[in-house]
């Protein structure tokens, strides 16, 4: 890593959210991965936006991490800058129906944060495990509701170092994608349009949805949630089931019996051996089928 890019970014943010060699094994939720060469973690809006004018002025490859939760990292690590936006968490309510939530907020947060307010439309994504600038990137979506649903607008620090703001058309929302999903583009704050609701309803709608994920996901074990996007007229786990590939292990890494549609840590798993499962079971499936499945998890690094 770049001297002078150490020594200017120390001169923004504090010594323990700087971090050189860091285990992503930490920070994924599948509990896999090697070090990144600098792992940053800025505690406001002001410190990512000026970490990421220096890191860009270095020219040194970076990566913008939330919760880890739909990530896999190569066990040789990651040659670059991991900027955490962990650090930015500011969540407030707004009138009787609107939330306005920092990218690094988890979406259980804002949920429980709803929840309090008596704000119905985000139960859906009580249970995803991510943050809600994963969430706007992606267009995170569970059991009928998706992020396109509820978004009004979202703020954004463009490549070229702007602030800007997309409205809900200007996110062109479509399935597990947005327009600024691959295009550089960093999530700052999402404003949340919801409806004023009963909050007993809510909190039983958020149990009866927590108790399904409970029944049906392998939440017992560290995963990245479904493996594979939904292929059209298809579900992937069903697909996977039908390939005789449930239960199906490599090393430390396991088609969830539950659920054929997760890929597990049985607990000593590596990058490599989620990597070579995956691999394997769109090979299977696509033999069995005919259908392609596409990794919903991003893999960073060398695999």
Known sequence: MKEELLTSLRGILSEENILIDEPMSRHTTFRTGGPASLFIRPSSRDELIRSMTIIKESNSPFFILGNGSNLLVSDKGYDGVIVSVSGLKGLET???????????????????????????????????????????????????????????????????GDIVTYDNEAMEFGYRTSSIKNKGYVVLEATLSLEKGDNEQIIATMNELALKRKEKQPLEYPSAGS?????????????????????YQVGGARVSDKHCGFVVNMGDATSTDVYRLICDVREKVLKESGVTLEPEVIMLGDF
């Open 227 to 247: 493996t594979f996007k939904r292929p059209e007229g298809y579900f992937a786990g069903k697909l996977i089931e039908d390939a005789g590939l449930r239960g």
């Open 94 to 160: 707004l009138g009787e129906n609107k939330i306005v939530a920092e990218a690094g907020c988890l979406n259980s947060q804002i949920a429980a944060v709803a929840r309090e307010h008596s704000m119905t439309g985000f139960e859906f994504a009580a249970g995803i495990p991510g943050t809600i600038g994963g969430a706007m990137i992606m267009n995170a979506g569970a059991y009928g509701g998706e992020m396109k649903m509820i978004t009004e607008s979202v703020t954004l620090l463009s490549p070229e």
